[in-house]
């Protein structure tokens, strides 16, 4: 018979799962994997809720295995290293992103593009290499090949950089790749969430001219005083929309939600590029007169490997870059996924693991 979560290994963890697609959280107890001779184990102090959490949770996108225990933005210290392990040690403060093991052997992987590789095991709802679940960092430990662990910069905040694990790649990645960097051009931002909301700042930082593209006014002022956006357009103001035609020279598309490319491929230049990250639960049309009567392109890109999510982070501790959170507790997670459904979040909620109730 199959052991339980709780007794399949010898470390004892306590995290917050989903048991159905009511996505309600409640605490969990579960096992991790004793430390191999790679592995670092880490006791997570920080875990930022990203959307993709609560897709999983409410079986969004059809793939979820229960009980669920989402969080791919960890961040915690190092109680445990293996004998191989010489990267970090203990006391190191760390990271621990998307995916927590990859082939090594593929092309993908051989590049750095380990959030490609066709066997990568993701933190939370994966089937890891020695058969049982993977939980994420929505509990009290983890245990993570140390290929997988990232060096938390020093003068990184804990809580707020938390986000860059997921967020924070998510948007650097392919502003890298399809060449979104030129200085002085002009970036379009779709949905100013936690993705979105990073966008913004490493847009910046890469001293590019950022609009916001929101269907939310409200938060218009903060965006331009406190993110740093240089405009802001409200996606439902058709003058505002029309004036805005033909202006962009690139667009991150990070909304959640089922949504037309039209408008958005409307705002680009010839030759422009609209990147969508988002993850809607139905598929997305490709309108085609928009893209082939103005040599645009529409591309996607997932997270972003472990090199290159090191030099993220490195990149945002050099600029000040963090995210702008709001700190909640454990006991806290239904309320923050109902307000996070609702585009109500500032602009990341993150859980104060290190100091919650986990029972
Ligand atoms: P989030 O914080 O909820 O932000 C999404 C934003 O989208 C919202 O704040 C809202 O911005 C906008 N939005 C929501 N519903 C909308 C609708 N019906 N129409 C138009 N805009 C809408 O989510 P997130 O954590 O940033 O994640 C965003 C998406 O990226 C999710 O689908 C997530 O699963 C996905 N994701 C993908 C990757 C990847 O590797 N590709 C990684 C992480 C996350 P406004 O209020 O400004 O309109
Ligand atoms: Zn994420």
Sequence with gaps: MAKSPETEHPQKAIGWAARDNTGTFS?????????????????????????SDLHCARNEWGVTNYPI????????????????????????KVGVGVLVASCQKCESCQQGLENYCPNMILTYNSIDRDGTKTYGGYSDLIVVDQHYVLRFPDNMPLDA????????????????????????????????????????????AFG????????????ESEAISKLGADAFLVSSDPAKVKAA?????????????????????????????????????KPLEVPIFALVGARRLVGGSNVGGMKETQEMLDFCAK????????????DQINTAMERLAKSDVKYRFVIDVGNSKLQ
């Design 27 to 51: 605490p969990f107890h579960f096992s991790r994997r004793e430390t191999g001779a790679d592995d670092v184990t880490i006791k997570i102090l920080f875990c930022g809720i990203c959307h």
């Design 69 to 92: 225990v989402p969080g791919h933005e960890i961040v915690g210290t190092v109680t445990k290293v293996g004998n191989n392990v010489s990267k970090f040690k203990e006391g190191d």
């Design 161 to 204: 950089g938390a986000p860059l694990l997921c967020a924070g790649i998510t948007v650097y990645s392919p502003m890298k790749y399809y060449g979104m960097t030129e200085p002085g051009k002009h970036l379009g931002v779709a949905g100013l969430g936690g993705l979105g909301h990073v966008a913004v700042k490493i847009g910046k």
């Design 208 to 219: 590019l001219k950022v609009t916001v593209i929101s269907t939310s006014p409200k938060k």
């Design 245 to 281: 035609m033909g202006t962009m020279d690139y667009i991150i598309d990070t909304v959640s939600a089922v949504h037309s490319l039209a408008p958005l491929l409307g705002l680009l230049k010839v030759n422009g590029k609209l990147v969508t990250v988002g993850l809607p639960e």
């Design 319 to 330: 600029h000040n870059i963090a995210a702008d959170i709001e700190l909640v507790r454990m």
